[in-house]
């Protein structure tokens, strides 16, 4: 286990939404507030050490949600640009672990992030979510693991690391990522 405390949250909010249209998806009204701001809700209440978001485009202020702002001046050469920012900042901070989750995933909930920490098992650990079929964020990394999460290029992220790590399982429906208007029509339909 990885104590929250010892772990940077890293909410990567910098994507260019191609997929969505010329709307920015993360302003978008759900249960009436901003799409983005469900998971930075739902989060609240863990203590972590520090909370860093990465964004380029949107307006939002994530900083009366209690977030340092890292603005990503390059978000087409895609995700590890995010990443690596997110993690140089935790790491000067001297966090043991980063948290790195995805401003657009508005369903995740509180209980899931502390499944991931406590699957973490040390310095090494690369702990991610799944439905049961694709690994994906949220994803927790141990300090052992920044340096190859700095090295990163493209828009693959740390896809290759997720797949190698350790999977905890979580309802489809807690960890759907909204890429087009149609994911969040089916969002905002009743269940």
């Known amino acids: 286990m990885i104590a929250a405390e010892r772990t940077t949250l890293i909410l990567l909010a ?4 191609e997929r969505f249209g010329d709307l920015d998806k993360l302003t ?6 901003p799409l983005a701001f469900h998971v930075v809700t739902t989060l609240e ?3 972590f050490h520090d909370r860093i978001v990465v964004q380029s485009g949107t307006h939002l202020d994530f900083t ?4 340092r702002t890292i603005h990503n001046d390059r978000p087409e050469i895609g995700m590890s ?4 920012l997110g993690v140089e900042a935790a790491r000067a901070t001297g966090a043991e672990a980063v948290l790195i989750t995805l ?13 991931l920490l406590d699957a973490a098992d040390g310095p090494d650990a690369v702990v991610a979510s799944s439905d049961g079929v694709k690994p994906c964020p949220p994803a927790l990394f141990g300090a052992d693991r920044f340096d190859a999460l700095l090295s990163l290029h493209g828009d693959e992220g740390a896809r290759a690391m997720i797949a190698g790590g350790k999977h905890i399982i979580a309802p489809a429906h807690e960890l759907l990522d909204i890429d087009r208007p149609e994911d969040l029509v089916r969002l905002r339909a009743p269940h």
């Open 14 to 17: 910098a994507g260019r939404s």
């Open 64 to 67: 009366t949600r209690g977030f």
């Open 28 to 33: 978008q009204d759900f249960l009436g507030q």
């Open 45 to 47: 209440a863990v203590p």
């Open 103 to 115: 401003a657009d995933m508005p369903s995740v909930t509180a209980a899931h992030i502390y499944r």
């Open 81 to 84: 640009n995010s990443v690596r």
